[in-house]
C-alpha cells in the first residue's frame, strides 16, 4: 500500500436506499442489503477518518439524503473534516429553511437530478409527481446562494431532448450541467431492453452536446458522460478499483465503486466494527481487483491493461457472470456479443409503461 | 458572489474571486495547497497559491501584478502576463470569473 498509487480521494455517503421517487434508470442494487441504517456519530467518525485517508471530495447521496434529518450535521463534520461536499438528491424536500441550514452548516454544492425539461414527460419517467417540487426547490437553493449543478440521465426516453434540456439548465441558472447516459447496473440493468436508446440518437446527442459545450464555454460547465455500450474501449472504471474512491452503503458496508455490490462473491467489510483505514488497507473485497494479477486474457497481457485497468468489474459480472472477465464495453473482450445483441439491434421503442419501476427497501 | 462576465477579457482594472463552487483547502496528505470544486483537485504550486491568495474580490489585477513583481523581485510586465495567463486558463475552467 505504499506511496499514493492507493490514495481515496472520494468519498460516496449513501446515506439511506428511501427515496419519494422510482426512477427505471435507478442504479441503486435491486435487492438491498439488510440491516439498519448507519446512526449519526458513525457516520461522523467515518467522515473523520476518511479525511484522514487522503479523501478530498465528499458526496452525499442515496436514495434520497433529504429524508435524513442529520444531513446538516454531517455536512458540517465534512466541512469541519477540510473536504469539498456534493449533496446529490433529487431536490424533493428542499425547502428554504432546509437550503438555507445546508448553506451554513457548509455544503459546496448541490446536484439535482431532473429527468427531462417539462413535467409529463419527467414525473412518467420519476414514477411520481416531482417536476413541479424540483423547480421549487430550485428557487430556494438560489436564495440560500448554494452552488447549483444539474444532472439528467439520458435514454431512450429524453435523448432526443438534450436541447430542450440544456436550455432548462440555463434557466435555471445552473453552473454545471451533467448529462449522463444511463450506466447499466441495478434497475437500469433490469431495464436495459426499455432504456437503451439507438445508435442514430447517440450520435445525434453527441453533435448536439458538442455544439452546447463550445457556446457555454466560462458561462456553464457542459459534463458528458459517454455510453458504454457504443464505444471499443471501456472507461477506466473508478480510476481503477480501490484506487480512489470509497462507498459507504446505507447500512455501512464499504465498497470500492457504489454498484460492486453485483459481484457476488464479493464480501463488503461493515464501518460498524472496523475503522475505515483497515478495510482500505485490508478488505478481500478492495484488494480483489487491485493491480494486474487477477485479469484474465485478454486484458493480461494488454498494453491497455493499466490505462484502463480492464474496465468496469460490476458490467463484467453482469454481463458475462465473471468478475474477472474483460468488461465486454471493450471490442477485444470475447464476450462482446452479450453487448452487441442489445446496440442496434433493440427493436423496443419507448414505452415507459414496460419498465420495472425501482421499488424502496 | 462576482456575476460571472462571460466576453469580457481579463484587464488591468479587472477584479477576480475564486469562483463560489470552488475553495482553497490543505491536502493533508502532502500538505500542499489545492484548489478543490465538484469535479476537479488541482495542485497548487507556489506562484499558483501566491496569485489565488490575492484575488479576494476586492483587489485588481494591476494591484496584483504590483504586489507580486515586489514580491518575486520580478519585471511587473512578467508577472502580469503569467497572472493573466493562469487567471484565464481557470476562468474557462470556471474556477475563477472577475468583475470589471
Ligand atoms: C442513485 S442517485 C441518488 C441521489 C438522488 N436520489 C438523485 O437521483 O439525484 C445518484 C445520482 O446518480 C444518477 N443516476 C441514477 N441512476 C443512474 C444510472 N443508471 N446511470 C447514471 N447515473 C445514474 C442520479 O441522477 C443522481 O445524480
Ligand atoms: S429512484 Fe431516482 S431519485 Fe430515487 S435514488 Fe434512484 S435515481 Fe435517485
Ligand atoms: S483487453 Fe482489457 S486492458 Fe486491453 S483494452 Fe480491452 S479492457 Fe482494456
Not at chain 1, 155 to 166: A, F, L, Y
Not at chain 2, 70 to 85: C, L, R, W
Request: proline fraction near 6%.
Amino acid at each position: 500500500m505504499a506511496g499514493c498509487e492507493y490514495r481515496p480521494y472520494g468519498l460516496l455517503a449513501e446515506l439511506t436506499y428511501r427515496c419519494p421517487l422510482h426512477c427505471p434508470y435507478c442504479s441503486n442494487p435491486i435487492r438491498y442489503p439488510i440491516g439498519s441504517e448507519l446512526p449519526t456519530e458513525v457516520w461522523q467518525r467515518v467522515i473523520a477518518e476518511a479525511s484522514d485517508l487522503g479523501v478530498l471530495h465528499i458526496g452525499f447521496s442515496g436514495g434520497e439524503p433529504l429524508l435524513r434529518s442529520d444531513l446538516p450535521e454531517l455536512v458540517n463534520a465534512a466541512r469541519k473534516a477540510g473536504m469539498y461536499s456534493n449533496l446529490i438528491t433529487s431536490g424533493i424536500g428542499i425547502t428554504l429553511d432546509r437550503a438555507l441550514e445546508l448553506k451554513t452548516a457548509g455544503l459546496d454544492n448541490i446536484q439535482v437530478s431532473f429527468q427531462a425539461e417539462e413535467a409529463v414527460l419527467a414525473d412518467a419517467i420519476a414514477g411520481a409527481s416531482a417536476h413541479a417540487q424540483k423547480l421549487k426547490s430550485i428557487e430556494y437553493i438560489h436564495q440560500a446562494e448554494l452552488a447549483l449543478s444539474l444532472n439528467v440521465v439520458l435514454h431512450r426516453g429524453n435523448i432526443d431532448r438534450i436541447e430542450n434540456i440544456v436550455t432548462l439548465a440555463e434557466t435555471l441558472k445552473a453552473e454545471r450541467l451533467e448529462l449522463a447516459n444511463t450506466q447499466y447496473y441495478g434497475w437500469a440493468f433490469k431495464n436495459l431492453a426499455g432504456l437503451l436508446p439507438s445508435r442514430e440518437q447517440i450520435e445525434s446527442a453527441g453533435r448536439i452536446v458538442a455544439a452546447a459545450q463550445v457556446g457555454l464555454q466560462g458561462r456553464m460547465e457542459v459534463v458528458y458522460v459517454m455510453p458504454d455500450y457504443f464505444g471499443d474501449r471501456p472507461k477506466p472504471c473508478m480510476n481503477g478499483w480501490g484506487r480512489r474512491h470509497i462507498t459507504v452503503n446505507p447500512i455501512g458496508e464499504t465498497l470500492p465503486c457504489p454498484t460492486a455490490g453485483a459481484i457476488k462473491d464479493l464480501q463488503f467489510d461493515n464501518v460498524k466494527n472496523q475503522s475505515l483505514r483497515w478495510i482500505w488497507e485490508n478488505s478481500a473485497a478492495f484488494n480483489r481487483f487491485r493491480g494486474t494479477a487477477w485479469m484474465t486474457e485478454p486484458c493480461r497481457s494488454c498494453e491497455f491493461r493499466e490505462k484502463d485497468f480492464g474496465g468496469c468489474r460490476c458490467q463484467a459480472t453482469l454481463l458475462t457472470g465473471d468478475s474477472a472477465a474483460t468488461d465486454p464495453a471493450c471490442s477485444l473482450s470475447p464476450y462482446r456479443s452479450a453487448l452487441e445483441k442489445w446496440v442496434g439491434g433493440n427493436p423496443e421503442s419507448w414505452n415507459p409503461g414496460a419498465l420495472e419501476y425501482r421499488i424502496n427497501p | 458572489m462576482i456575476e460571472p462576465s462571460p466576453e469580457s477579457p481579463l484587464q488591468p482594472n479587472s477584479i477576480p474571486g475564486i469562483s463560489p463552487r470552488a475553495r482553497i483547502q490543505t491536502d493533508k496528505v502532502t500538505g500542499n495547497p489545492v484548489l478543490i470544486s465538484q469535479e476537479s483537485v488541482l495542485i497548487l504550486n507556489a506562484t499558483a497559491a501566491d496569485i489565488l491568495a490575492l484575488c479576494d474580490g476586492k483587489r485588481k489585477v494591476c494591484e496584483i501584478s504590483a504586489k507580486l513583481a515586489t514580491q518575486y523581485n520580478a519585471p511587473v510586465e512578467v508577472i502580469s502576463t503569467s497572472i493573466v495567463t493562469y487567471l484565464t486558463k481557470l476562468k474557462q475552467l470556471n474556477l475563477v470569473s472577475w468583475r470589471e
